[in-house]
């Protein structure tokens, strides 16, 4: 039976419960738990196969583009999904659109813990906070507001992954390699592959730019000529880093120019165009 050393999952449960406090990386906190990127990456150190679980969360990430927190509140929560979904497919073999649809449920139940969470601080608050406030109490404030809220998530989350990695993983990944090729796996290839399309076309939709088309079709037409190739997600996503800095620097030149062109023409704000019989 495959299996998840103690340590392995022991350190993958405090790199989520330290994100999930939102208190031990300043402001890049949010941005830990809002991505699934960095979590693949500890997984992926942790377990020694980073390149295989890069390649896994990076499928995983794309279902998340377009995914907002409205008063911090996820929908689901991609942090716990990659740290449970990328193991399974370390472990089980899987494809990473088959880690995708492993991945969905997974972080639809670390929401409910999360606003559990939000539950428990909420009763520390009007049980403490408001005392101390009330006694200009400083120092017990520190505690209520900082320090309780902390320890609250490192009581849930620690334990809960801590369990669902040692016990929970193991099994997932034996069903798994014990049914690779079936019926069942291919759907949820399939559905993985679906919702990671979807992802995608949220974002665009997000973006709301009709100029910004042209680059998803041409990733889409790049993806499709050049799968073939068997070219990894994080080729793209390093191309794709390329193409837009590319975009930035020709659009900021062309920027400068404009306003050079605005400044010479006696800072009136208005280019001239010699073709054009209505200036």
Known sequence: ?????????????????????????????????FTPMMTGLVVGIVFGQVADAMITVAAIQLIY???FSPGGQMPSEPAIAA?????VALLGGLKPEAAIAIAVPVGLLGSYLYQFRFFINTIIQQKYTEKYAAAADTKGMFRSIILMPIIVAFL???????????????????????????????ILE????????????????????????????LAYFMATMLKSLGITMVTYAIVG??????????????????????????????TFDEDDDDY
């Open 1 to 33: 039976m495959m299996h998840v050393t103690v340590f392995q999952a022991l350190a993958i449960a405090l790199w989520i419960a330290a994100i999930m406090s939102r208190s031990f990386f300043g402001g890049a906190t949010t941005t830990l738990r």
């Open 65 to 67: 583009m377009g995914v």
């Open 83 to 87: 740290a449970v979904a990328v193991p």
């Open 156 to 186: 849930l989350y620690v334990p809960f992954m801590f369990v669902t990695l040692y016990y929970g993983t193991p099994v997932i990944a034996d069903i798994v390699k014990s049914n690779s090729g079936g019926i069942i796996f291919h």
């Open 190 to 217: 399939v559905i993985g592959g679906g919702l990671a399309a979807i992802g995608i076309a949220v974002t665009v939709y997000v973006i709301g730019k009709k100029s910004y088309i042209a680059f998803f079709m």
């Open 241 to 270: 880093a390329i193409i837009a800095f590319i975009y930035v620097l020709v659009t900021t030149e062309a920027r400068s120019k404009t306003a050079v062109t605005t400044s010479d023409a006696g800072g009136s704000g208005v």
